[in-house]
């Protein structure tokens, strides 16, 4: 346990995409960190950023607007505001990652590498894992690249357009019938050809617990959690 007397970094979180998912990251690091007392916490910046352009317009629709400079604006201000690292629960938007780093002198925790790393450190027979995500994420090939360079693949749901549409009704009404159902019928899709299923939609988080018992998965919203409390250095429960 680290002295209650020292300070602690603070993490700032570029959130906004959705407000929800931002809460949930913080609800996770809070779960995760082993705690006696408030000061054992971990000190957080939070922007929880809800006019943030659309990334499914920009990526997929391609209609949207570019969502780089408020990504780096959020970035700098969190800097400015004493951030000593930053954090975004958000997977698509990692697509914008590299305009993150080059915009600010502090780590950016991605979450997309810091994912592919835990997963390549276990025994997969397979060597190949399924995503259940955003279509962005796969047309932006965000995991695809991260996996491989450990020599892992990547298979997705087919009916990515299905993928999607639960995704917009987590947004829109959060935890819901049809969205869990869509992830459970993408989870018996991937998981025969999967060593592992990677949660890689923080609204997908949301629903997490429709993935069927006893299949393996890793959610990135908790190896993100598990890094922030790590760079903060608090205690992991």
């Known amino acids: 346990m680290t002295d209650a007397g ?18 949930l990251l913080m609800q996770r690091i809070i779960a995760m960190t082993a705690a006696r007392d408030d000061s054992d916490h971990v000190p957080l ?21 570019d969502p780089d400079p408020v990504l780096a604006n959020m970035a700098r201000q969190l800097e400015a505001s004493g951030a000593a690292a930053l954090a975004m629960p958000c997977n698509t938007a990692h697509h914008y990652a590299s305009v993150i780093e080059k915009t600010v002198e502090i780590p950016f925790l991605n979450m997309i590498e810091l994912s592919a790393k835990y997963v390549a450190g276990m025994d997969l027979p397979k060597k190949r894992v399924g995503v259940l995500a955003s279509p962005a994420v796969r047309s932006t090939a965000l995991f695809d690249r991260a996996f491989s360079s450990y020599q892992i693949e990547t298979i997705y749901p087919v009916d990515q357009a299905r993928m999607l549409d639960a995704i917009r009704s987590v947004k829109a009404h959060g935890a819901n019938r049809d969205a869990c159902q869509v992830m459970e019928s993408a989870a018996h899709e991937l998981m025969p050809c999967s060593d592992i299923l990677i949660i890689a939609c923080s609204e997908l988080s949301i629903i997490a617990d429709a993935i069927p018992e006893g ?9 993100l959690a598990r890094a922030v409390i790590k760079f903060s250095g608090c205690q992991l429960r």
């Open 6 to 23: 020292s300070v602690k970094p603070r993490v700032g979180i570029i959130g906004g995409m959705g407000p929800e998912a931002t809460v």
């Open 45 to 65: 910046l939070v922007d929880n950023n809800t006019q943030i352009p659309s990334r499914i317009k920009a990526i997929i629709e391609k209609t949207g607007v």
């Open 215 to 223: 299949f393996p998965r890793l959610d990135t919203v908790d190896v």
